[in-house]
C-alpha cells in the first residue's frame, strides 16, 4: 500500500541521506565493524551534511525543524543499507538525546551545548542502565550528593550505546537515594571530568561498530549548571521522551524486517532446488507472503504513530504497542529469511546473517517487550 506520510522534502532528504551512507559510511563498515566503534569523524561529516540536529533552532545552528519524518528518514535509510552498527549513534543523537537538550536546557546550556550537538564536534549518550538495574529504573543506586555549587556523583552505567565516543552523557543519577522515582535527576557529565572513567567496549552479537562502553564515577565532581531540567522530575522527563526513542525503533524495525524480506526475496528467486526456484515452494511463499503483509500493515500504524508525535499527541501505549510489534516483526523476518538463505544465511559475509545479529537488540534495548506489555497492560487496567 503506498506510502502517504513523506513529502518532497523527506525524498529530497532521503536522496541526501543514501548519498552520504554510500560515500561515508557503507566503505568502511566492514573496518568499523571490526573496530567496535565508528570514527568520531563521522559525527562531523554528518553535521556538515544536515544529517544531524534539524530539530535544533537556527540560532543554535540548526534547521530549526523539528519533523519526526526526518528522523524516521535517516533510521530506515541506515536499516535498509545494513550498517545499522555504523549509523545508529547518528539516530541516537538526534532520536534519544537531542529532545532532552531541546526540551530541558537552559538557554544559557543551549548555548553551550547545541551548536557542538547540530555539528556533530559533540556527541550525546544517556546513560539509565546500571550493572544491577535495567528495567526497573527507579532503583538504580548512582548518587548525585549537593555539595554547595556541585554535585557528587558516584555509580556506574552499562550497555551504555555511544559510551565510548560520547562527549555529553545524559546520566539518570539520585539525588535523593531516600526516594525511589522521585529522587532521581539528570545530569551532564562531560568528557575529561576527573572520575568519569569508561571501562570496556562491550564486544556484543551484533551492531559491532556501535561503541557500547561500561561508565563509572567516582566523586566525579558536576557543576549544578549541568543540572538538566528539574531535581528530582528525572523520572519525569525520562517518561515524557520514551515515547520517541521507542518510535525511532519501531521505524527502524519495520525497515529491518522489510529490509529483510527484500533480500530473502532476490535469494529464493535465483537459488533453486528439485528443479525449481526456492520461491516456488508454498511454504516460502506463504512464509514471504505473511511478512509483506505483516510489514505493510505494521509500516501504516508506525506513519500514524508519527503523524501522531509530530501532532504532539502520540502516547506512551501507542509507542509501546510500535515498539514491541515492529521489533518482533523484525525478528521474526530475520529469521525466517535466513532460514530461507539455507547455510548461506549463517555465512556473515552474506547479509541476511548480519541483519539477523544486528536485530536482535531492537526487542530489548528501549525497552523490552514484556516491559512494553505491561506499559499496555497498566492501561487496560490490569
Ligand atoms: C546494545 C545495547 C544498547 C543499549 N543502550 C543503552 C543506552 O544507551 N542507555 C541505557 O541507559 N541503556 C541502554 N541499554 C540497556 C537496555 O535498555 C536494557 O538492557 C533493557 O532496558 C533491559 O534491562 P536489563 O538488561 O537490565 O534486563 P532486566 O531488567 O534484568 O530484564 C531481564 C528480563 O526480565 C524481563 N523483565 C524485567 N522486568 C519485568 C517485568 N516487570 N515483567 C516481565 N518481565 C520483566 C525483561 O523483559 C527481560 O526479558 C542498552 C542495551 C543493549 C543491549
Redesign the pocket.
Known sequence: MRRTLYEADHDAFRETVRRFVAKEIAPRHVEWEAAGIVPRELYTAAGAQGLLGWAVPEEFGGGGQPDFRFNAVLGEEVVAAGVAGSGNGLC?QND?CLPYFLDLATPEQKARWLPGIASGELIT?????EPG????LASMTTTARREGNVYVVNGA???????INADLVIT?VKTDPTQRHKGMSLLVIERGMPGFERGRN?D?LG?HA?D?AELSFTDVRVPVENLLGAEGRAFAHLVDRLPQERLGIAVAGVAGAAAALAMTLEHVTSRTAFGQPIGAFQNSRFTLATLATEVDIAQHYVDDCIRALNAGDLTAVDAAKAKWWCTELQGRAVDAGLQLHGGYGYMTEYPIARAYADAR?TR????????MK?VIGRDLGL
Open positions: 541516537l534519544v549518550a544517556i546513560a539509565m542502565t538495574v535495567g528495567s526497573d552505567k552499562t550497555f551504555i550505546t555511544s559510551g539518570a562491550l556484543k551492531q556501535q557500547t537488540v530489548i534495548y528501549g525497552g523490552t517487550t514484556e516491559i505491561e
